[in-house]
């Protein structure tokens, strides 16, 4: 499957943004989706994760109950709703699957990723 990001930006802090994932291929509903995130000078970072059949997500600790992550398999796309939007949440965000939804998530269990997009969060 491949993966495309977008709808990254630059938005004042408080503001929200919503990203979308685009899949290619008929087996998006098949995967897991993830979101990373990867700040300047920092290491790719978990942001959310929703199930093949959206009936489980996981969020990180400093993004729960701000980002709201979602899927519609009938139109190949996951999607990340950011609210309340900080300045430390300037990153690139990518967007990845993985056949299996996982106890921990890292980067190396990805086995598709998409090309990333920028939000930037002014203060």
């Known amino acids: 499957v491949q993966l495309q990001a977008f709808g990254g930006g630059l938005v004042q802090a408080g503001g929200s943004l919503r990203l979308s994932c685009a899949a290619s291929?008929?087996?998006?509903?098949?995967?897991?989706i993830n979101w990373f995130r990867q700040a300047p000078g920092k290491e790719r970072e978990f942001v959310a994760a929703?199930?093949?059949?959206?009936?489980?997500?996981d969020y990180a600790d400093s993004m729960q109950g701000r980002f709201t992550i979602s899927r519609d398999n009938a139109k190949n796309t996951a999607y990340l709703q950011m609210n309340s939007l900080k300045p430390e949440d300037t990153a690139v965000y990518y967007c990845?699957?993985?056949?299996?939804?996982?106890?921990?998530?890292?980067?190396?269990?990805?086995?598709?990723w998409g090309k990333g997009t920028l939000v930037t969060v002014s203060s």
């Open positions: 990845a699957a993985d056949l299996l939804y996982r106890q921990v998530i890292t980067t190396q269990n990805m086995q598709y």
């Open positions: 291929g008929r087996t998006f509903s098949r995967y897991t």
């Open positions: 929703i199930s093949w059949s959206g009936g489980r997500t």
